[in-house]
Every structure is written in structure tokens, then in C-alpha cells.
DNA sequence: TATAATCATCTCAAATTTAAGATATTTAAT
DNA sequence: ATTAAATATCTTAAATTTGAGATGATTATA
């Protein structure tokens, strides 16, 4: 196979590993009411402590429109709260709310562990293996995008 | 690193990878009018030939909602035509026209150098690896679906 | 042959995402 | 101190995706 061959098969593969992976990812959040991206906000939050909005959008790549939508739907269900930055203005936070804390609590690990039985059949080498490759190409491909920015 | 974490990190770094190659992927098929998904039916009915509704949709991973939408779009644009089956009446094949072949003739080797160029930075033997990791974890993830189905 | 179950496609409304642009704030340069 | 450029958030309409259910066709079974 040629390096082109090559990569388009990477892409047509990981496009395909992506997907059904998310289809029973997401079908695990929705029992819970939450979708792919309000589950990926708060999993943030949780991990993170308070974080501004424009920088979960960059973290979990959504555009400025998708932030606005999932914090409000997110604050709608008393999970999280906006939170004015007193330095600077123009800066909001996305605190958890103690429902939202005990939210998580209570989800995460049967979610880690849904993930996880995805995911069996694939050993913890290879999962390693994946992890790094995974996080080259997507550092290439970022670069790509600044350079073609330029 | 428990496995579980190793699922998990996995996980993030499979959806950043896809979201991060996909949005470049998008930005040039976008240059010619056409989304992801228009672009998915057209490269698999370009190298497979006619091929049934239902089953595009399986290959491609959306749902029937998704297909007549896409297959709609796509007939609108003269890139293809439905075709009713003789054997099965309830079954209707996606066959491009010549315009649709003529597209992707002259679109789809600047859209595999796009995807390539994307993917510089990750040797040939990476990709081979990924790929093979990828496709495994794929392959995990659909049974996994079929067997939580039972 | 009825009948039930399955299958392929379509319809439609609701949910979500995108893209472009508006507003307010901050920073940098004159 | 102005002005211009950059930044963060929000608004809105349009595009897309999802999910549930309708319809018509086929297959399997009593």
C-alpha cells in the first residue's frame, strides 16, 4: 500500500473505531439524560475544578455556539453555574453545582466501566500503542491546521 | 495505569484525534459543496458501484433518518439516482451518474493528498500499526453493541 | 393460505451543530 | 487618551442528525 493508500485507510478506520465506540458511549450518557457533549463538559469540570467557556469549547472542540447551547442546557438542569471572572470581563467560568458533583459521583465509574468492556479485546499494550499514535496524529493534524492557517 | 484508565484515556484521545482530523477533512470537502456524509456515499459508491440504501447506511454508520436525507441531498445535486431492485421491491439502489463519477475523477486525488498531508508526522509502519489497533477496537466495540443487543 | 415477524425505506418533529455576525471587554500601538 | 486589533460570549437562522413510528414488501411458520 502507498503512503496515500495508507493514510486513507487510517482515516476511513478511525472514523469507523470512532463511531461505534460513541454509539454505545453515548447510549450509556443517555441513560443518565446527558449527551455526548454535556456528559464531555462536566466529566471536564469534574476533573478540572471551574473553567472558563471559551477554553471547554477548546478542550472538547466544540464551536462558540455549541458552548453557549450545552452550559445553557446544562444550567437549565441545575448541574453547573455561570460564573463571572473578576479579572477580566469578557471571561465566564462553568462551576459544578453540588447536584452536579454528586452527579458525577455517581455515574462515573459505571461509565468507566462501560467504556472499559468496549473496549475488552483489546489489550492493555495495544491500548497503550493506540493512546500514543493516536496522540501523534492528532498533534499532526493540528499542526496541519495552524500551518494552513497561515 | 489501571486498564480502566488506559480505556478511558483511550477514549479522549480517540474523540480528539477523530474531531481534530475531521474538521480539516471537512474543510476541504466543504470546497466542493459537499458534507462528510455526501462525501462518504459518494467515495463508497465510487468504489463499490450501486449500491442498496440500507446498506450504505450501515457502511457508513448513519441512521435510515440520515440516509434519505443524505441520498436526497445527493440525487437534488445530479450526483446519483435511486434505482428500484427487481429481485427485492422493497430495496433501492444509489447509483452515481456520470456527473458524480466525473466529480469525484477530479476531486478525489487532491482529497486523498489532503488526507495524507494531514497525517504527516506518523511514519508509514505508525499508520500500518493504527490502523490495525484501530480496526481491532472497532471490531471489539460492534460486538460488544451485538452482544448487550441479546 | 393466513398470520406474524422481519426488513427497507420514508416521514416528521425535536434535538443538536454549524456559521456568521453582534456586543462588550481588553490589549497594543500610536 | 484614541484607535485598532484581538478576545470571550452570545444570538440567530440554517443545516444536519436523531428517534419514533408509518408504509409496503418479503419471509417464516402454523
Not at 438542569?77 to 463571572?84: A, C, D, E, M, N
Amino acid at each position: 500500500m502507498s503512503e496515500q493508500e495508507l493514510s486513507l485507510k487510517l482515516f476511513v478506520v478511525l472514523s469507523k473505531a470512532y463511531k461505534v465506540v460513541m454509539e454505545s458511549a453515548v447510549k450509556d450518557m443517555k441513560k443518565h439524560g446527558l449527551s455526548a457533549t454535556e456528559f464531555s463538559v462536566l466529566e471536564l469540570l469534574y476533573h478540572k475544578g471551574r473553567f472558563p467557556l471559551q477554553q471547554i469549547g477548546e478542550a472538547i472542540l466544540i464551536t462558540s455556539g455549541g458552548i453557549t447551547y450545552t452550559i445553557d442546557k446544562l444550567e437549565a438542569k441545575g448541574y453547573l453555574k455561570r460564573v463571572s471572572c473578576e479579572e477580566d470581563r469578557r471571561v465566564t467560568y462553568a462551576e459544578m453545582t453540588p447536584q452536579g458533583q454528586e452527579l458525577l459521583q455517581s455515574i462515573f465509574p459505571e461509565h468507566a466501566a462501560v467504556i472499559d468492556s468496549l473496549m475488552a479485546g483489546v489489550t492493555a499494550e495495544e491500548k497503550e500503542t493506540a493512546i500514543t499514535l493516536l496522540k501523534k496524529l492528532g498533534y499532526a493534524a493540528k499542526q496541519h491546521k495552524r500551518i494552513k492557517k497561515t
